[in-house]
Nanobody, 114 residues
Framework: VQLQASGGGLAQAGGSLRLSCKTS????????MTWYRQAPGKEREFVGD???????NYIDSVKGRFTISRDYSRNTVWLQMTDLKPEDTAVYYC?????????WGQGTQVTVSS
């Protein structure tokens, strides 16, 4: 199983970024996919997830600003981030629990300037 995250970068407050996480070596259709983030000096935190059926769940601080979607034909999950805030600055990770094990992407840095 491999998760390849990309799409991070620098954005101004109020701007947008879209992260992608391409998966391989797994049955993407049955996997719940999750995004986490870790800000400097803080613990990794749950951002949101999407079930195999496409239902989504988010932490309160990103509701209405972030959207998770998935493309079954590309085995890819996206995190669309809008109205970015400086407090969104973090390394973002995609994750799945597959065959009773947690798998992580390598992380992609998102930096939001005020």
């Amino acid at each position: 199983v491999q998760l390849q995250a990309s799409g991070g970068g620098l954005a101004q407050a109020g701007g947008s970024l879209r992260l992608s996480c391409k998966t391989s070596g797994m049955n993407f259709r049955i996997a719940k996919m999750t995004w986490y983030r870790q800000a400097p000096g803080k613990e990794r935190e749950f951002v949101g997830d999407i079930t195999s059926g496409g239902a989504t769940n988010y932490i309160d601080s990103v509701k209405g600003r972030f959207t998770i979607s998935r493309d079954y034909s590309r085995n890819t999950v996206w995190l669309q981030m809008t109205d970015l805030k400086p407090e969104d600055t973090a390394v973002y990770y995609c994750n799945t629990n597959y065959r009773a094990r947690d798998w992580w992407g390598q992380g992609t840095q998102v930096t939001v300037s005020s």
